[in-house]
């Protein structure tokens, strides 16, 4: 009965993104169909991932980010690094996986078993390696975007292929490829590209990549690291220091693999693969350096790409300055889905506050 319940209210929830998008072109998005200025794979997935280990910041963004990406005709893929028990009895976890249960038509969410040590490096280095998972729900032809838990997407043209790149079926699609310079390994120059955003089909992953094995999600994390290694050494195992250069490396492995790719598929394949950069010419970002939502138009909000999000944006000041007017711009203020994020960051708070009441009682 309880399965049920969740069932329903999914298929809910879908009728509500459909019935409140506010142009045809996102009704369009969401039944799989597209005008004809953009490529559409069979199924298309935004990949981002959250550490159990890390502050409930991350996890409570979780399924804010499933129906921001669902907004522009994405399912979404969470790999969460730690057990699910610890989520399932974690009262503020537990809400995060309750509400992404009522959103399994739209998500997927597979949990990735580790040492505690390796959550933070594993959360950042995992996400390119989700088509080599089994438990992947979908097929070679599917589409996979790498992103981040704290990212929404906006202007949905950004995350499509144009028909100019039909022609071609080996197509990467990198944006905001030119924003962070360059780097130094094993004494070669490679361009940095930013794991937000990468795009390819799975096929694709699976050169890029270039494992030979599929994983599992119990054996994934110490096949990472094992893969990790074999470039970066023996600390890949040490506890990533945020900022530090290590922080990087999952950008830096990404980075070289999709150089190789590339220059394997020139010289050996007669499918030169499609190598499109998206350009932010004209475009903005709406970053949490320096959020200025208050000032945007509804109108004007196709002229932004992404909104990097603030943190603890669970914290009523900041929900209710800085990321329900972000809503508001996204769903509309009345709409439906505007009140169930509404809910959702409600209940996550008290449930939070009680959470804090009580550590600071018993510590």
Same mark, same amino acid.
Request: net charge negative; charged share 15%.
């Given at each position: 009965?309880?399965?049920? &319940?969740?069932?329903?209210?999914?298929?809910?929830?879908?009728?509500?993104?459909?019935? !409140?998008? =506010?142009?045809?072109?996102?009704?369009?998005?969401?039944?799989?169909?597209?005008?004809?200025?953009? $490529?559409?794979?069979?199924?298309?997935?935004?990949?981002?991932? =959250?550490?159990?280990?890390?502050?409930?910041?991350? &996890?409570?963004?979780?399924?804010? @980010?499933?129906?921001?990406?669902?907004?522009?005709?994405?399912?979404?893929?969470?790999?969460?690094?730690?057990?699910?028990?610890?989520?399932?009895?974690?009262?503020?976890?537990?809400?995060? %996986?309750?509400?992404? @249960?009522?959103?399994?038509?739209?998500? @997927?969410?597979?949990?990735?078993? #580790?040492?505690?040590? *390796?959550?933070?490096?594993?959360?950042?280095?995992?996400?390119?390696?989700? #088509?080599?998972?089994?438990?992947?729900?979908?097929?070679?032809?599917?589409?996979?975007?790498?992103?981040?838990?704290?990212?929404?997407? %906006?202007?949905?043209?950004?995350?499509?292929?144009?028909?100019?790149?039909?022609?071609?079926?080996?197509?990467?699609? %990198?944006?905001?490829?030119?924003?962070?310079?360059?780097?130094?390994?094993?004494?070669?120059?490679?361009?940095?590209?930013?794991?937000?955003?990468?795009? &390819?089909?799975? #096929?694709?992953?699976?050169? $890029?990549?270039?494992?030979?094995?599929?994983?599992?999600?119990?054996?994934?994390?110490?096949?990472?690291?094992?893969?990790?290694?074999?470039?970066?050494?023996?600390?890949?195992?040490?506890?990533?220091?945020?900022?530090?250069?290590?922080?990087?490396?999952?950008?830096?492995?990404?980075?070289?693999?999709?150089?190789?790719? $590339?220059?394997?598929?020139?010289?050996?394949?007669?499918?030169?693969?499609? /190598?499109?950069?998206?350009?932010?010419?004209?475009?903005?970002?709406?970053?949490?350096?320096?959020? *200025? /939502?208050? !000032?945007?138009?509804?109108?004007?909000?196709? *002229?932004?790409?992404?909104?990097?999000?603030?943190?603890?944006?669970?914290?009523?000041?900041?929900?209710?300055?800085? $990321?329900?007017?972000? %809503?508001?711009?996204?769903?509309?203020?009345?709409?439906?889905?505007?009140?169930?994020?509404?809910?959702?960051? @409600?209940?996550?708070?008290?449930?939070?506050?009680?959470? !804090?009441?009580?550590?600071?009682?018993?510590?």
């Amino acid at each position: 009965m309880l399965v049920c &319940a969740a069932c329903a209210t999914a298929a809910f929830l879908i009728l509500i993104l459909y019935r !409140e998008c =506010c142009t045809s072109h996102q009704r369009l998005m969401l039944l799989n169909v597209t005008p004809s200025s953009v $490529i559409v794979s069979s199924r298309r997935f935004a990949v981002f991932s =959250c550490a159990t280990s890390l502050s409930v910041d991350y &996890a409570f963004y979780l399924p804010l @980010t499933v129906l921001a990406w669902r907004r522009i005709g994405f399912e979404s893929i969470i790999l969460i690094v730690g057990e699910k028990s610890q989520w399932e009895i974690h009262p503020v976890l537990s809400h995060v %996986l309750d509400t992404l @249960t009522k959103l399994s038509d739209i998500c @997927t969410v597979l949990f990735l078993l #580790a040492d505690v040590e *390796n959550h933070v490096m594993l959360s950042q280095t995992a996400r390119i390696f989700v #088509a080599n998972l089994k438990e992947f729900p979908g097929s070679s032809s599917d589409f996979i975007m790498t992103t981040d838990a704290d990212l929404w997407p %906006l202007r949905r043209e950004h995350y499509y292929y144009p028909v100019m790149n039909r022609s071609s079926s080996n197509l990467l699609m %990198l944006l905001h490829s030119e924003c962070c310079g360059s780097f130094t390994l094993g004494g070669r120059d490679y361009t940095m590209l930013p794991i937000s955003n990468v795009g &390819a089909s799975v #096929a694709s992953w699976k050169e $890029i990549i270039n494992v030979d094995d599929m994983m599992t999600t119990h054996s994934a994390a110490e096949n990472i690291l094992d893969y990790f290694q074999q470039m970066f050494g023996e600390r890949v195992r040490n506890s990533v220091v945020f900022a530090s250069d290590d922080w990087f490396m999952d950008q830096k492995m990404m980075s070289v693999r999709i150089d190789q790719w $590339i220059h394997r598929q020139n010289s050996s394949s007669s499918d030169v693969p499609t /190598v499109y950069k998206v350009s932010d010419s004209g475009y903005f970002r709406i970053d949490r350096s320096d959020w *200025n /939502v208050d !000032e945007i138009q509804p109108y004007s909000l196709a *002229n932004y790409y992404d909104a990097h999000l603030i943190l603890d944006g669970f914290m009523p000041d900041n929900w209710n300055k800085s $990321i329900q007017p972000l %809503l508001r711009l996204m769903y509309g203020g009345h709409s439906t889905l505007y009140a169930f994020c509404n809910t959702y960051a @409600t209940q996550f708070y008290a449930i939070w506050t009680r959470w !804090e009441t009580n550590n600071n009682n018993s510590s």
